[in-house]
């Protein structure tokens, strides 16, 4: 959608709404002026936060599309989805877990796919692992997580035979600034939900006990760039995806 194509689309949902401009900048803390820089397609002058206001004042989201060569772009995202999954599936092989990848349900209506579905025979234990690249909806992601770790507890006791002791839910993302950021400014929504982080997250799969659930920050190790005289990628290029506690196992203390 174009800045004007925006401009038109919140002026008529305000009309809709029987609000004048006065109104909804009241609503949103802004101004009549600012209101009507949005409505003419000013996005330019608008910050983002005063955009977000304006939606929210008038019962709409923006979503935010990014465009970079073409399907390119989508390449990039699942190359990095999968360096992920690899990374967490060799974690939890390496204590003990099956891991089931993709996991597929069907539950009275309600359908749909879980990244990673993992068991511990061992401990009787269970694990929903869902895996982003990027946190945007909270709200959503919590909702969704719940309801997928809510039908996995229903279908894969009678699917699997797997009765649990323990669960474990988990959000896993890229260990990256910016997202460890998103995080501590958003732990008033996520504490109380995903309590969990790195440290306390490898404890509990080497001995999984009682529930967890958390947000585990995952490192991968992405190719090189290309040397300009030779054309070979950097050496490091040739090493699989890592996860953060992947220093667990060569002896040296892991980030927490």
Sequence with gaps: MDD?????TIRVIRLRLGLTQRDLGRRARQSQQQISRLERGHLDAVTLRALRAVLAALGASLELRLRWRGPELDRLLDAEHAQIVAAVTDVLRTHGWEVLHEWTFNHYGERGAI???????????ILIVEVKSDLVDLQDLLGTLDRKARIAGAVLVPERGWLPAAVGRLVVVPEHPTLRAKVARHEAVLRPTLPARNREIRAWLRTPNGSLAGIWFVRTNRPGPRRASSGRRDGRAANAATPASSTDRRGAAAAP
Aim: overall charge positive; charged content about 25%.
């Design 4 to 8: 004007a194509k925006l401009g038109r």
């Design 115 to 125: 990244d990673l579905v993992a068991w511990h025979p061992a401990a009787r234990a």
